[in-house]
């Protein structure tokens, strides 16, 4: 089900993917490179994880995280624009990074994913795209297991009151009115995202979010004179999680080769035969649409 806002993000980025990492980069004042390398650095990758990007767009940021993997390891990347999708899963290809990321058509406020199956989970640049950010954050924080990093990365308005008179005719003013010497969708493309800048959470409220999702170390670190701001914090350990998993791992009293760990992926399996775990070298790199949570 997609509300009014939903639809609107939708259908206007799903009319410039193929032209959204240039718009980015007159947004950032091409930034963007730098600030997508500090939240791969904030996430601390395993070499053989599993790693979710939420809106991931053109999968500018699940590409630099495919990079920061071994062959064993693989992104997920989690969109609700079609043609975005599209885009990006033809230029990974192209870059021959495209069998570390896989692509999956849903919504940040539903992950079609099982609790606890990600190392680290990202939204970059995008948190004012989606209709409830708590809710984002709590299914992050859910398909997230205790100990790793849930990080958002958004455009943020500079403390610099001289700053802001420059930024925010650029941003209401000029960048609208290039845009629309391009395109239409351009045009269009621009306004919203000026727009939705001057309307974007602080740093501090993101990690307010962030802690009530159980992310209690929550940290804002504002960048480049303050435009982005990137929030991020570990998930914590529960009790209740612990004693599952130490049971998961021998407490039962099972052997090693029918655990209860192995029963759940095989139920796993048996419910959804659309999209399982695999090596990488068995991906389909379809774009996948549905609930796939009983198969991650």
């Known amino acids: 089900m997609f509300d009014a806002k939903a639809r609107y993000v939708r259908g206007l980025f799903s009319k410039v993917p193929l032209e959204y990492d240039i718009l980015l980069g007159l947004l950032s004042f091409a930034q963007d490179k730098r600030w997508r390398a500090y939240v791969v650095d904030q996430a601390r990758p ?33 969109d609700l624009t079609l043609s975005m999708l599209e885009t ?12 570390r990321v896989d692509w999956v ?41 205790p100990g790793g990093v849930v990080i958002s990365l958004d455009f943020a308005r500079p403390r610099n009151r001289v700053f802001q008179l420059f930024y925010y005719d650029y941003l209401l003013g000029i960048f609208p009115l290039f845009g629309r010497m391009i395109s239409e969708a ?19 409220q993101i990690a307010n979010l962030l802690r009530e999702e159980g992310i209690a170390d929550a940290v804002s670190v504002p960048l480049t004179a303050g435009i982005v701001c990137a929030v991020y914090g570990t998930k914590r350990w529960h009790t209740s999680l612990a004693l599952k998993r130490a049971k998961r791992l021998g407490g039962t009293g099972q052997s090693g080769n029918n655990s209860a760990g192995e029963e759940d992926e095989s139920e796993g399996e048996k419910n959804d035969s659309s999209y399982q775990i695999q090596q990488p070298s068995g991906h389909s790199h379809q774009i996948v649409v549905g609930d796939c949570r009983d198969g991650y």
């Not at 070499?47 to 390891?73: H, M, N, Q, W, Y």
């Open 186 to 204: 351009w045009g269009r493309t621009l306004s919203y995202l000026g727009r939705s800048i001057l309307r974007a959470r602080t740093g501090e």
């Open 88 to 99: 990006a899963r033809w230029r990974l290809q192209s870059k021959g990074i495209g069998d």
């Open 46 to 78: 395993m070499p053989s994880e599993r790693i979710l990007d939420v809106a991931t767009g053109t999968g500018l940021l699940a590409a630099d995280f495919a990079r920061a993997i071994s062959p064993k390891g693989y992104v997920v990347g989690v």
């Open 105 to 145: 058509l849903a919504r940040a406020e539903n992950l079609p994913f099982r609790d606890d199956c990600f190392g680290s989970a990202s939204i970059s640049l995008a948190l004012r795209n989606v209709s409830d950010a708590q809710s984002t954050f709590r299914e992050m924080s859910r398909a997230t297991g």
